[in-house]
């Protein structure tokens, strides 16, 4: 199912990461790093909802805007029940839509928020996806001081917050079109091979994406995925090819 839109825009987007994110490849690109991994807080959910709170606050401030400007705010992250979002709103105090899509999660958002401006019930929204690499680590597989030894392919999840303002005003990025993926299972069961478990299902919302714009994949200049990681990225490319006849140049 694909969504199209004609006057929905992101016109502004804030960042802001921990310590290893800031000393990789993208540093020049985030609002805002942290130098350890608390966040001046007691606990690593403490932190998760700081991140939130100051990800916004910098949006808010690039828009030249305050909270009671704000019609909704969707946010996600992957801590049970959503709870640093739902803490972060208390302070924030801008109606909230929390969703947990997992690696999906900001694309998901925007769709929400792109379908509720292009229908013209909300004239703007906040999106936030914030994650805790030492939060996600005890949630999904053992805490970190348990010094669980990694798979060379294991992913390593985001410390940070990102963040985004939509609304029907022009800008240069224009959100046109949205498709919705399917859950795919092939019976990878490995929970540290995330890039496996995705793959497929990123290869089938490709190729219904392009089916239903009438669009081939040299229609587009670059391809972006979530948490399919170098081995995930090898296994989609060699999927789409054998499942749908789709080559990506690169």
């Given amino acids: ?32 790093h942290y130098d350890d991994l608390y966040f001046n807080k007691k606990t690593w959910e403490q932190a998760e909802i700081k991140s939130i ?10 828009i030249n805007k305050s909270s009671n400007d704000i019609d909704l705010h969707i946010g996600s992250d992957l801590l049970n029940q959503i709870v640093a979002t739902n803490y ?14 997992a690696c999906a999660s900001s694309v998901l958002e925007i769709m929400i928020a792109s379908n509720m401006i292009e229908a013209n019930q909300i004239k703007n929204a906040i999106i936030t996806s914030s994650s805790h690499n030492n939060g996600a680590e005890k949630q ?10 990694k798979k060379e392919y294991t ?34 069961t490995d929970v540290f091979n995330m890039g496996a478990v995705m793959a497929p299902s990123a290869a089938k919302v490709i190729n219904d994406h ?8 040299d229609y587009y200049d670059l391809v972006l995925t979530g948490d399919l990681g170098e081995v995930g990225k090898k296994i989609l490319k060699e999927y789409i090819k054998k499942e749908y006849n789709i080559t990506f140049k690169k």
């Fill in 210 to 217: 392009l089916l239903e714009t009438g669009r081939t994949i």
């Fill in 88 to 101: 972060a709103s208390i302070k924030l105090g801008i109606p909230l839509i929390g969703i947990y899509s």
């Fill in 1 to 32: 199912m694909t969504f199209k839109y004609s006057n929905v825009y992101i016109n502004e987007t804030s960042t802001v990461v921990g310590p290893y994110e800031y000393n990789g490849p993208l540093a020049k690109y985030y609002d805002f």
């Fill in 53 to 62: 709170i100051d990800c916004v606050s910098i949006l808010l401030k690039k």
């Fill in 140 to 149: 999904f597989r053992n805490p970190v001081e348990y010094g669980g030894p």
């Fill in 155 to 188: 992913t390593f999840t985001t410390t940070g917050c990102a963040s985004c303002y939509l609304s029907s005003d022009k800008s240069k990025i224009r959100v046109e079109s949205a498709t919705l993926g399917t859950v795919c299972d092939l019976g990878v």
